[in-house]
């Protein structure tokens, strides 16, 4: 099977723009959740999304959100970028989203804010 | 919410010697516990996972204990190996029936292979 793949793998935008990254997971998967990894503040999970539903989300202002279409396909958006915007987001797919699956990791995307 | 703690943040080990990294939980209905190992500009890969009904686990050089009264739980690593220098990280999760609360990381351990 293949893995969970993320496009664009590298991003480069200004303050105030928005942009949105992509997760296909892995084939069979349901459940995405994504995550944000900085230097200073480590891994860091945004939000999750089943069957085309946020489930659970971080702690992560407003202008983070998500979407997830009816092909398990999902997307993440962040609006208004800020310097500290800048980090590697990966997603990551499971079977259902229980807790106790496994998780596997996309190979991320890189955003750099400036 | 939950909060992992994860020592040492950096730790060298020779080549053939063993390496223990700790972690601490602080939310008790976590039940699930995976270990994942990140090489540079790669994505996190799962190397041990543990449920809370287990104390330890094995699979070949890398172990994993889980001291569910005390709240912490351990990865470690035998006869260790070049291939074996990365980041390191811990995490836990409330998991239940649909759904869960995302997994809470550990700020990371980087195990550094001396020859």
């Known amino acids: 099977k293949a893995g969970v793949t993320q496009t664009p793998r590298y991003l480069i935008k200004t303050r105030g723009q928005q942009v949105t990254l992509s997760c296909s997971p892995i084939s069979g998967h349901r459940s995405v959740s994504w995550y944000q990894q900085t230097p200073g503040q480590g891994l860091q999970f945004l939000f999750e999304y089943f069957s085309e539903t946020q489930r659970n989300k971080g702690n992560f202002p407003g202008r983070f959100s998500g979407r997830q279409f009816s092909n398990s396909r999902s997307e993440m958006n962040v609006s208004t970028l800020e310097l500290g915007d800048s980090a590697l987001y990966l997603c990551?797919?499971?079977?259902?989203?229980?807790?106790?699956?496994?998780?596997?990791f996309g190979p991320g995307t890189r955003l750099l804010v400036l | 919410g939950e909060n992992v703690e994860q020592h040492p943040s950096t730790l060298s080990v020779q080549e053939g010697d063993s390496a223990v990294i700790k972690c601490t939980y602080s939310?008790?209905?976590?039940?699930?516990f995976p270990w994942y190992k990140q090489e540079l500009g790669k994505r996190p890969q799962l190397i041990i996972d543990?449920?809370?009904?287990?104390g330890e686990k094995k699979d070949q050089r890398i172990a994993v204990t889980l001291n569910k009264t005390a709240k912490h739980f351990s990865l470690h690593i035998t006869e260790t190996q070049p291939e074996d220098s990365a980041v390191y990280f811990c995490a836990a999760i409330r998991g239940y029936g649909g759904g869960a609360d995302g997994l809470t990381f550990g700020k990371g351990t980087h195990l550094i292979i001396q020859p």
């Open positions: 543990i449920r809370s009904n287990v």
């Open positions: 990551a797919s499971s079977l259902m989203g229980q807790g106790v699956e496994t998780q596997y």
């Open positions: 939310d008790s209905a976590s039940n699930y």
